[in-house]
C-alpha cells in the first residue's frame, strides 16, 4: 500500500467455510477514519455482473429472449445500421455502444440512453468485441422497461434481499450510505480528493456500492439457485463466439467475456472473475470454484495495479503460485509450447466446468489430436512461421475446430479417470507440462489407447524432455521464489544458474526482474534478466534502456563502473529487443511514449539519448528525427535542429510535426 500510495482498502476471501475479511489505511484521510470490514466502495464495473442476472431473471419469466433485439424492450433507442440484441450487448459485441459519459449530476436512465443514442454504432454487432459500458447501460434501462421499476428497486427486491446483502445498493451523492468511504486520486503525485461524480450515467454498467462481504455473500451464492436456475447458469457461464468463429472477449476471448462475468483459467483452474475501476475506486472479486475459494477486493483510488494483492494472498492461503510461467530457447519452442499451454488451460477448464470433454466423437477427437501435432511440430514452423503461428493461435477457437480444446479437455477426462480428481488437481501447481508426460504415460501403459488420440513422436519426445527438464527447474526453492526490490539478488542469481544449467525450459522471472527500477538492485536484476533469458525481448530491451542512461553523464558512468563493473553498448540489447518483439520495448509505439514523456518531464538529455537509438533502430520514423531537433532548440542547437527536422520531410514531406518545428525555428 506505500508503494502503491493507496490511502485505504478493505480485501477479504472465503475458503470452504471460512470466511475473512480486513480493511487497512484511511477511508477518510482527512479526518483519519480506517477503512474497515463495513466500508462502502464504489463497484464499478462489477455491477454489470448483477445486471447480467437480471436479464436471466427476466428471460427465466418469458419476458425477455436473449436473441430479441434490444428495441423490442427499449423503444426509445433508436434502431442502428445493424441489429443489435440482448446477448449481444451482454458479452459486448453489440456494435461497441458509447456516450453514457460520467459527471457531478444526476442523470436519468432516459437520458442515459438519449447520450448513448447520439453515437450511432460503428462496428457490425457479433463481429467484434469491443468492451463498454453504455451497452450494459442499455440492458439496464431495458430491465426497467419491462419491470416496470428502477433498476435499483429490482435488484434489492430480486436479487440484494434474497440473498442477504444488505449494504450493495444504488450509488447516489444525496442518500446516506453508511460507511461510505471517501475517493482519491494522484494529482502530480499528490493525494487529492475527488470532485463530486455522480455514477448515475453508468447505472447498469457499474453504479452500485457495496462492500467486500456482501461481494463475498454475491459470489457464495450466485450459484446455490436462489436467483437463478441450473439452466440460466449454465447459460451466464458458456463462452460465445463471435460471426467469425472466435471466442468472445479480452485478448482474442483469452479471457472469455460470458453475461456479465469473465472466465479464464489460471494453471488450468477456470476462473470467474469481474472486475471495476472508476475515478476514485478500484475493486476486484476472483471465484475459484475447485478450491472452493473467493477473493474480494475494494480500494478508493483508481491508479493502481489491484492484482498483485489477490495473487499474494491466493498464494498465502494455496501454497501455490498464481502465475507459472514458462521461458523456452527461441521463438519456435515458445510457439509449441503455446500450443500445449492452451491445450491443457482451455481444455482443463472446460472440464471443469461442464464435466466432460467437448466431444467423445471418435472423428473430431482425431482431428483434434491432428491438429495439435501439425500445429504444434517445428517443421510447420520452421517454414512460413507466421501461418504456423496462426494455427496454433487459432487452435483453441472455433475457426480452428477448438482442437485444442477437443484434444486438452479429452486428456482431462483420461487423467482424471486413472488417477482421480485430487491427483489431476495438483496441475494447478505444477502447470503445463507434467500434465502432457503423465498423458503420455498413460497411453504408453495402455495398448489399448487408440494411436489417432496420442501425440506425434517429435511432440511426445518434447513434452518428455520438457516435462524431466522443468521438474528440476520448477522445484520448491523456485515455486517460492518472490523476486523485489529487497532480495538478495545475487543469492538467487546463483541458485537459478544452477538449476537452469541446460534446460530447455525454465521458470520464467523476467518480469519481476525487469520490474525493479530502482539503484543498485535495478541494475542487478536487469543484467541477471539478460543472463538467464537472453532470448527474452523485454529482457534485452530493459537491460538496454540501463545501459543508454548510465552513458548520459560521468555521474552515472561512475555509479555504473562501481556497482556493475563498466557499460556496455545500448544499441545492441536494443536491436535484440526489436527482432524478438517489433512491438515491445524498442518498437516504435513504446519508444515514441517514453521519449514523449521524458522530454514532457524536462529529462531532455536522457530523452535525446533515446532518441538517437530510435533513429538507428527505425530509421524511415520521422517522429524520433523531430523529438531530436525539438530538443535540439529547447537547449540552443539552432542548426542541428534544422537539420533533423530537414530530415524528417526528406522521409515524409507531408510530415506536418516537422514543417511546425520549422516554423517555430525561422521565427
Same mark, same amino acid.
Given at each position: 500500500?506505500?508503494?502503491?500510495?493507496?490511502?485505504?482498502?478493505?480485501?477479504?476471501?472465503?475458503?470452504?467455510?471460512?470466511?475473512?475479511?480486513?480493511?487497512?489505511?484511511?477511508?477518510?484521510?482527512? +479526518?483519519?477514519?480506517?477503512?474497515?470490514?463495513?466500508?462502502?466502495?464504489?463497484?464499478?464495473?462489477?455491477?454489470?455482473?448483477?445486471?447480467?442476472?437480471?436479464?436471466?431473471? &427476466?428471460?427465466?419469466?418469458?419476458?425477455? @429472449?436473449?436473441?430479441?433485439?434490444?428495441?423490442? *424492450?427499449?423503444? *426509445? *433507442?433508436?434502431?442502428?445500421?445493424?441489429?443489435?440484441?440482448?446477448?449481444?450487448?451482454?458479452?459486448?459485441?453489440?456494435?461497441?455502444?458509447?456516450?453514457?459519459?460520467?459527471?457531478?449530476?444526476? !442523470?436519468?436512465? @432516459?437520458?442515459?440512453?438519449?447520450?448513448?443514442?447520439?453515437?450511432?454504432?460503428?462496428?457490425?454487432?457479433?463481429?467484434?468485441?469491443?468492451?463498454?459500458?453504455?451497452?450494459? +447501460?442499455?440492458?439496464?434501462?431495458?430491465?426497467?422497461? !419491462?419491470?416496470?421499476?428502477?433498476?435499483?428497486?429490482?435488484?434489492?427486491?430480486?436479487?440484494?434481499?434474497?440473498?442477504?446483502?444488505?449494504?450493495? /445498493?444504488?450509488?447516489?451523492?444525496?442518500?446516506?450510505?453508511?460507511?461510505?468511504?471517501?475517493?482519491?486520486?494522484?494529482?502530480?503525485?499528490?493525494?487529492?480528493?475527488?470532485?463530486? &461524480?455522480?455514477?448515475?450515467?453508468?447505472f447498469g454498467g457499474g453504479g452500485l456500492t457495496g462492500t467486500v462481504p456482501d461481494l463475498l455473500a454475491w459470489a457464495r451464492q450466485v450459484d446455490d439457485g436462489r436467483v437463478l436456475s441450473k439452466a440460466s447458469l449454465e447459460s451466464m457461464y458458456t463462452p460465445v463466439t463471435t460471426k467469425g468463429g472466435r471466442w468472445v472477449g479480452i485478448g482474442d476471448g483469452a479471457l472469455y467475456y460470458t453475461l456479465g462475468w469473465v472466465l479464464f483459467p489460471v494453471n488450468g483452474q477456470l476462473i470467474i472473475e469481474n472486475n471495476g475501476a472508476q475515478i476514485g475506486t478500484n475493486t476486484e472479486l476472483v471465484r475459484i470454484p475447485a478450491k472452493r475459494m473467493t477473493i474480494a477486493f475494494a480500494c478508493n483510488i483508481q491508479e493502481i495495479d489491484r492484482m498483485p494483492y489477490i495473487k499474494r494472498l491466493y498464494e498465502l492461503l494455496t501454497d501455490e503460485p498464481y502465475d507459472i510461467n514458462v521461458f523456452t530457447r527461441d521463438r519456435t519452442d515458445q510457439a509449441i509450447f503455446a500450443a500445449l499451454k492452451d491445450t491443457f488451460n482451455y481444455g482443463s477448464l472446460h472440464f471443469e466446468r461442464t464435466g466432460r470433454p467437448l466431444t467423445t466423437g471418435q472423428q473430431e477427437l482425431a482431428e483434434a489430436f491432428a491438429y495439435l501435432n501439425r500445429a504444434a511440430s517445428r517443421s510447420a514452423l520452421s517454414g512460413d512461421y507466421s501461418s504456423a503461428l496462426k494455427a496454433i493461435t487459432d487452435g483453441r477457437h472455433p475457426i480452428g475446430g477448438s482442437a485444442f480444446l477437443k484434444a486438452g479437455s479429452y486428456m482431462a477426462m483420461k487423467l482424471r479417470e486413472k488417477h482421480g480428481a485430487e491427483s489431476i488437481a495438483r496441475y494447478s501447481a505444477t502447470g503445463t507440462l507434467p500434465f502432457f508426460a503423465d498423458y503420455v504415460a498413460l497411453y504408453r501403459a495402455d495398448a489399448r489407447h487408440p494411436r489417432e488420440f496420442r501425440l506425434s513422436e517429435e511432440l511426445e519426445a518434447l513434452s518428455l524432455k520438457w516435462s524431466r527438464d522443468w521438474g528440476r527447474a520448477w522445484n520448491s526453492y523456485t515455486r517460492q521464489l518472490r523476486v523485489s526490490p529487497g532480495s538478495d539478488l545475487d543469492a538467487i542469481g546463483t541458485e537459478l544458474r544452477k538449476l537452469f544449467r541446460g534446460a530447455e525450459v525454465r521458470p520464467d522471472f523476467v518480469a519481476p526482474l525487469c520490474d525493479i527500477q530502482e539503484g543498485v538492485p535495478a541494475l542487478k536484476a536487469a543484467?541477471?534478466?539478460?543472463?538467464?533469458?537472453?532470448?527474452?525481448?523485454?529482457? +534485452?530491451?530493459?537491460?538496454?534502456?540501463?545501459?543508454? &542512461?548510465?552513458?548520459?553523464?560521468?555521474?552515472?558512468?561512475?555509479?555504473? /563502473?562501481?556497482?556493475?563493473?563498466?557499460?556496455?553498448?545500448?544499441?545492441?540489447?536494443?536491436?535484440?529487443?526489436?527482432?524478438?518483439?517489433?512491438?515491445?520495448?524498442?518498437?516504435?509505439?513504446?519508444?515514441?511514449?517514453?521519449?514523449?514523456?521524458?522530454? +514532457?518531464?524536462?529529462?531532455?538529455?536522457?530523452?535525446?539519448?533515446?532518441?538517437?537509438?530510435?533513429?538507428?533502430?527505425?530509421?524511415?520514423?520521422? /517522429?524520433?528525427?523531430?523529438?531530436?531537433?525539438?530538443?535540439?532548440?529547447?537547449?540552443g542547437r539552432k542548426e542541428k535542429a534544422v537539420g533533423a527536422a530537414q530530415q524528417a520531410l526528406a522521409l515524409n514531406p507531408d510530415f506536418a510535426p516537422a514543417r511546425e518545428l520549422l516554423k517555430r525555428l525561422n521565427q
Open positions: 500500500m506505500e508503494q502503491d500510495r493507496i490511502p485505504g482498502l478493505t480485501i477479504g476471501f472465503y475458503k470452504d467455510d471460512y470466511t475473512w475479511v480486513k480493511g487497512f489505511g484511511y477511508a477518510d484521510v482527512e +479526518n483519519k477514519l480506517p477503512a474497515k470490514v463495513e466500508s462502502a466502495y464504489r463497484l464499478a464495473s462489477i455491477t454489470k455482473s448483477f445486471t447480467g442476472v437480471a436479464i436471466l431473471q &427476466l428471460v427465466e419469466q418469458g419476458k425477455m @429472449k436473449l436473441d430479441a433485439e434490444i428495441q423490442t *424492450y427499449l423503444p *426509445y *433507442y433508436p434502431k442502428q445500421r445493424w441489429p443489435v440484441t440482448v446477448q449481444q450487448l451482454l458479452v459486448h459485441t453489440g456494435g461497441g455502444q458509447q456516450g453514457s459519459g460520467l459527471g457531478p449530476a444526476y !442523470v436519468s436512465p @432516459k437520458d442515459v440512453v438519449a447520450r448513448i443514442a447520439k453515437f450511432p454504432i460503428q462496428i457490425e454487432p457479433g463481429t467484434r468485441y469491443e468492451y463498454t459500458t453504455s451497452g450494459y +447501460n442499455l440492458l439496464g434501462a431495458a430491465v426497467e422497461e !419491462v419491470a416496470g421499476m428502477p433498476l435499483g428497486e429490482y435488484f434489492r427486491k430480486n436479487i440484494f434481499a434474497p440473498l442477504g446483502l444488505k449494504d450493495t /445498493r444504488m450509488d447516489s451523492l444525496t442518500e446516506l450510505i453508511p460507511n461510505r468511504v471517501r475517493s482519491y486520486q494522484m494529482v502530480k503525485g499528490e493525494l487529492k480528493n475527488i470532485e463530486p &461524480l455522480d455514477v448515475s450515467t453508468r543484467k541477471l534478466a539478460v543472463e538467464l533469458y537472453p532470448e527474452s525481448a523485454r529482457a +534485452n530491451g530493459n537491460y538496454g534502456l540501463l545501459m543508454l &542512461l548510465g552513458n548520459v553523464t560521468e555521474e552515472r558512468r561512475a555509479y555504473y /563502473r562501481q556497482h556493475l563493473g563498466g557499460i556496455e553498448p545500448a544499441l545492441e540489447y536494443f536491436k535484440k529487443s526489436l527482432a524478438l518483439n517489433p512491438e515491445g520495448l524498442a518498437g516504435v509505439r513504446v519508444l515514441g511514449q517514453i521519449t514523449t514523456n521524458w522530454t +514532457n518531464q524536462d529529462r531532455l538529455d536522457d530523452a535525446l539519448a533515446l532518441l538517437n537509438v530510435a533513429v538507428e533502430l527505425h530509421s524511415r520514423e520521422p /517522429r524520433f528525427l523531430v523529438g531530436q531537433g525539438e530538443i535540439h532548440r529547447r537547449q
